[in-house]
């Protein structure tokens, strides 16, 4: 199937730990994208690469750093992990351009909790 | 001032109903718009661009105002189905996308 998918669903630990959140997309886009929404469902971008280059980076601390090894894969590891890390991260992939109109498609999320 | 501002709801309709949503953007710089869906739980789907001519999907249609800045959904004939959170969404240049926080459709037998 060509889509968006991230690993792990569903991620439970405990505080202080380091994980990393995979996403590959098979969509042959250029520009993918880390997005975490919270308890009150806000989606907010965390950062942006295009063609495996670093485009946004929102503030987001420096515990959080992607890492696009391709155009396809972009993953997102998390080090020291905090209560307020708990949330729905989703990672989207797209045609970029400089001037953008081409939609998103979004992986189902992972659902990290910290206990 | 969020960038991109929507009418939380929730809107509560009956099945049948016509219900429009709006949504409001601050940058002038804004390039294109978007209305996606996100069900509980679920991740956020495209539910159709939005053109300055306006445009038309079935029961949805988009309209797009530069001169003031808003984007309009308008959903004709609601089903139980529509039941989601709406949410506008507005490309700027150089790959930044924002989010409007959402605005929560229950559609009722």
């Known amino acids: 199937d060509t889509a968006v998918s991230q690993t792990p669903k569903y991620l439970v630990t405990q505080m202080g730990n380091d994980k990393s959140i995979k996403c590959e997309q098979n969509l042959g886009h250029d520009t993918m994208y880390w997005y975490k929404q919270d308890s009150k469902k806000f989606l907010k971008i965390m950062f942006s690469y295009n063609n495996k280059e670093l485009i946004i980076n929102e503030t987001v601390p420096n515990r959080f750093s992607p890492k696009s090894p391709d155009k396809a894969h972009l993953n997102l590891h998390i080090n020291s992990l905090e209560l307020g890390d708990s949330a729905v991260y989703f990672c989207?992939?797209?045609?970029?351009?400089?001037?953008?109109?081409?939609?998103?498609?979004f992986g189902d999320g992972t659902r990290l909790s910290i206990l | 001032r969020k960038e991109v501002e929507q009418d939380p709801g929730p809107f509560n309709v009956p099945e049948g109903a016509t219900v429009a949503f709006n949504c409001t953007y601050s940058n002038s710089a804004s390039q294109s718009f978007f209305w996606y869906r996100q069900d509980c739980r679920k991740e956020p789907k495209l539910l159709m661009s939005?053109?300055?001519s306006g445009n038309e999907d079935g029961r949805f249609t988009a309209q797009l105002n530069r001169a003031s800045q808003y984007i309009s959904l308008l959903i004709r004939d609601s089903k139980l189905s529509d039941s989601a959170t709406y949410l506008c969404v507005v490309n700027r240049r150089g790959f930044k996308t924002i989010f409007g926080a959402g605005t929560r459709l229950f559609v009722k037998a």
């Open positions: 939005v053109y300055s």
């Open positions: 989207a992939s797209s045609h970029g351009q400089v001037i953008s109109n081409q939609p998103q498609h």
